[in-house]
């Protein structure tokens, strides 16, 4: 019930998970470290995923992957 995927120019790298079931899902893979720009919910703006996401029922993230807003001012 989860569809994850990534759309990438140049340096900058998206990842989409897209939860379309009715139960929570988690999805753990290295490509999954970012910080969270939008979900469907509109509550985990700047999350970090560090090699894993939890996904609501029916929850969608985009993630830009490599960014960490902790660090963005360094």
Known sequence: DVLLYRRKQGEV??????NLGVRPESIEAECCRG????????????????????????????VLEGWNPANAWS
């Not at 790298?13 to 897209?18: E, K, P, T």
């Not at 919910?41 to 939890?54: H, N, V």
């Open 35 to 62: 910080a969270i720009l939008l979900t469907t919910y509109c509550d985990r703006l700047d999350e970090i995923c560090d090699g894993r996401i939890d996904l609501r029922p029916h929850e969608g993230v985009v």
């Open 13 to 18: 790298s998206i990842l989409v998970a897209l």
